[in-house]
């Protein structure tokens, strides 16, 4: 199936020609970090994770997103996303790979990756991590292909095959559970010291992921003539809708507790986030513009959204609202969740993060390989469907 | 012969082997009570039938009355450490490397009020450094037990071999005691000690309580900086008879952050 991919028109090929030169500039500025360090970067020894680590923990949402097609598919026998479900699985393929190359680019030591696995120690979140991502990442290459394969021979799927589809429903749940446990099981930062970070990344995860569906959707539907159907699309935006609203319930749960408990230490983060900190007579807000877009945009879809016309009657509407869900979400979890968390730290001294042009540099890259792999395999997908209806 | 004593000679012999030190060390963990009162020390309800729960564990305080009597000596132990352990210094608080610094009382107990605090606590500055805790998050949080804890004393060590540089300890570590080599520290070393590695780029590092110096029998070298002055003591927390016990058990210490159930081996007496 992979020669569907060596066939397109010449906007294919152009839009893989822009990805590959932001791929080759992501390489590029990678060698310089690679041959210099991390010193290239915006992170300190305060801030000690930045763009790399947060974009993971971002994109490990949108890789869980694909089970909200792969669950009412399989489980519920839904057949309104028969059609799309191969791509939520293709775009779980996707970010996954994005997720392992951000993780591989934050390492100061690259090349002893696989410590991980030669002393494997169950008493760190890291290693049930490398599990899960890699199982997951695993199924959904082995579910897509095997699934994809029959439908274009137009036979049923092999009946082993539904074992692994069931399997990768809890997996796409683990990893966004684990991805939260990196942070939340560590004393002494207060902002990610919460039950409720797993649940408020599954919700974002399950708004973000379909909201990228829906958006590559109304693009196929422009540019490969593929329709996903009416039906399955109104289906999707409601999954986002409920997604998202209970992703807004949850932030604001940790708003209450922060200012009604009153303690700082679980409201420093949140007023540096949306107020700015104010600390020694400087005031430190860096992310405040970015929140305040992240509610606008958030409140603004969730209305668009709630405008019958706007999700059922009009594409632009439609698309508009998920970049701005999707948008929202990147900021709060890609940006502020981790930055915000190192914010002040442990002696209550505030360094700022400002990402290098370098390490923007490479996150663009990696962000250009995501959407390399997820047009590749998109465009299989789509070629296989449009071989079946000839 | 019990069985924290049998650890404890472990190390000892280290020191008899290098044939240095043997007296820095005895009192060092206060062992001229074991090896002089042998008999003494198991006595009949004596610790033959219980060795104590952990064996040795080093631990250390800092007696902020003396440093605020001599505040020189904060800079000398902090120098002290930089040049055994060939610490760079990078003139940058974004990438700097410190294993022990100084600090104010509101920034090293955060978690205590400073509110109408007494003068002389206010104007003094802290040592920290890491705590060596018993129960270390970043130890926890390490994938490839690149940081872990040595069963025969205690001490919170790193293999800079197997860092893989992922910098979850320093995420995990409530004391900020961690640093990251952002690019390679060789250059910024000022003054080189053959006697201890450096570190490469792209691995974490922290004090270690000077494991490579108790070894030979010697003090670390910030409490060596501060010899006579009893600015630092340096012991084993689980002898009774040992100087840190018998400073712990008449003053009052504090621990950083002692709530969030790390057990900190590094006290302060303010």
């Known amino acids: 199936m992979i020669e569907k991919t060596l066939k397109g028109k010449p906007a294919y090929w152009i839009w893989l020609a822009v990805l590959g030169m932001f791929i080759a500039v992501g390489v590029a500025c990678y060698a310089r970090q690679y041959l210099f360090g991390l010193g290239l970067t915006g992170m300190s020894r305060d801030v000690s994770w930045g763009?790399?680590?947060?974009?993971?923990?971002?994109?490990?949402?949108?890789?869980?997103?694909?089970?909200?097609?792969?669950?009412?598919?399989?489980?519920?026998?839904?057949?309104?996303?028969?059609?799309?479900t191969i791509l939520g699985e293709f775009l779980a393929?996707?970010?996954i790979i994005m997720c392992l190359l951000f993780i591989m680019a934050d390492l100061g030591q690259p090349l002893r990756a696989l410590n991980v696995l030669l002393y494997p120690t169950p008493s760190s979140m890291l290693f049930y991590d490398m599990l899960v991502l890699n199982g997951y990442l695993f199924l959904n290459i082995l579910c897509g292909w095997v699934i994809l394969t029959a439908e274009r021979k137009q036979v049923h799927p092999p009946k082993w095959i539904y074992f692994f589809v069931y399997l990768s429903i809890p997996f796409a749940i683990s990893i966004h559970t684990v991805?939260?446990?990196?942070?939340?099981?560590?004393p002494g930062r207060h902002f990610w010291l919460s039950a409720i970070i797993a649940p408020r990344f599954l919700a974002s995860a399950f708004a973000a992921g379909p909201a990228l569906i829906v958006l590559a959707c109304l693009i196929l539907k422009r540019v490969a003539n593929f329709d996903a159907g009416k039906k399955a699309m109104n289906k999707l935006v409601t999954i986002i809708i409920y997604a998202a609203l209970l992703n807004t319930f949850f932030v604001l749960l940790e708003v209450f507790v922060g200012y009604y408990s009153n303690i700082p230490g679980h409201k420093h983060s949140i007023e540096y986030l949306f107020f700015g900190l104010e600390h020694h007579g400087t005031i430190y807000n860096n992310l405040v513009p970015f929140m305040w877009t992240a509610v606008v945009l958030n409140f603004?879809?969730?209305?668009?959204?709630?405008?019958?016309?706007?999700?059922?009657?009009?594409?632009f509407l439609l698309g508009l609202s998920c970049v701005m869900i999707f948008f929202a979400l990147w900021i709060d979890k890609g940006l502020g969740f981790v930055f915000a968390g190192f914010i002040p730290n442990p002696l209550h001294e505030?360094?700022?993060?400002?990402?290098?042009?370098?390490?923007?540099?490479?996150?663009?890259?990696?962000?250009?390989?995501?959407?390399?792999?997820v047009t590749l395999l998109f465009k299989i997908a789509v070629s296989v469907e449009h071989e079946i209806e000839k | 012969m019990d069985n924290q004593r049998r650890k404890f000679l472990k190390?000892?012999?280290?020191?008899?082997?290098?044939?240095?030190?043997?007296?820095t060390l005895v009192r060092l963990s206060s062992s001229s009570a074991l090896a002089a009162e042998h008999g003494a020390s198991a006595e009949p309800h004596g610790k033959t039938i219980d060795p104590g729960p952990q064996g040795i564990r080093l631990g250390m305080i800092i007696d902020m009355r003396k440093f605020t009597e001599q505040p020189m000596l904060l800079d000398r132990a902090v120098t002290a450490c930089n040049e055994a352990h060939n610490i760079p210094l990078i003139d940058s608080a974004k990438s700097e490397i410190k294993w022990i610094w100084k600090t104010p009382f509101e920034n090293a107990f955060p978690e205590q009020s400073s509110y109408h605090m007494a003068k002389n606590v206010k104007d003094s500055e802290f040592l920290v450094l890491c705590n060596h805790c018993d129960e270390p998050p970043c130890v926890r949080a390490c994938p490839t037990q690149a940081t872990f804890k040595l069963k025969t004393n205690g001490i919170v060590a790193m293999d800079y071999?197997?860092?893989?540089?992922?910098?979850?300890?320093m995420a995990a570590c409530p004391y900020g005691a961690r640093s990251f080599n952002w690019e390679d520290p060789r250059p910024y070393i000022?003054?080189?000690?053959?006697?201890?590695?450096?570190?490469?780029?792209?691995?974490?590092?922290?004090?270690?309580?000077?494991?490579?110096?108790?070894?030979?029998?010697?003090?670390?070298?910030?409490?060596?900086?501060?010899?006579?002055?009893?600015?630092?003591?340096?012991?084993?927390?689980?002898?009774?008879?040992?100087?840190?016990?018998?400073?712990?058990?008449?003053?009052?210490?504090?621990?950083?952050?002692?709530?969030?159930?790390?057990?900190?081996?590094?006290?302060?007496?303010v």
């Open chain 1, 51 to 84: 763009l790399y680590i947060s974009q993971f923990t971002f994109l490990v949402g949108v890789a869980a997103g694909g089970v909200m097609l792969v669950l009412p598919y399989y489980v519920h026998d839904y057949k309104a996303f028969g059609k799309i």
């Open chain 1, 93 to 95: 393929i996707a970010a």
């Open chain 1, 179 to 186: 991805t939260a446990m990196l942070y939340c099981g560590l």
């Open chain 1, 300 to 315: 603004g879809a969730l209305g668009l959204f709630a405008w019958p016309y706007a999700r059922k009657n009009n594409e």
């Open chain 1, 350 to 373: 505030i360094t700022e993060y400002i990402p290098t042009a370098n390490e923007i540099g490479i996150t663009l890259g990696i962000w250009a390989v995501g959407f390399l792999v």
């Open chain 2, 11 to 23: 190390l000892a012999g280290a020191a008899a082997l290098a044939g240095i030190g043997a007296p």
């Open chain 2, 161 to 169: 071999h197997r860092c893989i540089g992922c910098r979850f300890c």
């Open chain 2, 190 to 269: 000022k003054k080189y000690n053959k006697d201890f590695a450096t570190r490469m780029r792209g691995v974490v590092e922290k004090c270690t309580f000077c494991a490579e110096r108790l070894a030979l029998g010697l003090e670390p070298a910030c409490v060596e900086a501060c010899q006579g002055t009893g600015a630092m003591v340096f012991g084993d927390l689980n002898d009774g008879q040992s100087e840190i016990r018998q400073l712990l058990d008449q003053e009052f210490a504090i621990q950083r952050n002692p709530s969030l159930g790390t057990k900190p081996s590094v006290f302060y007496i």
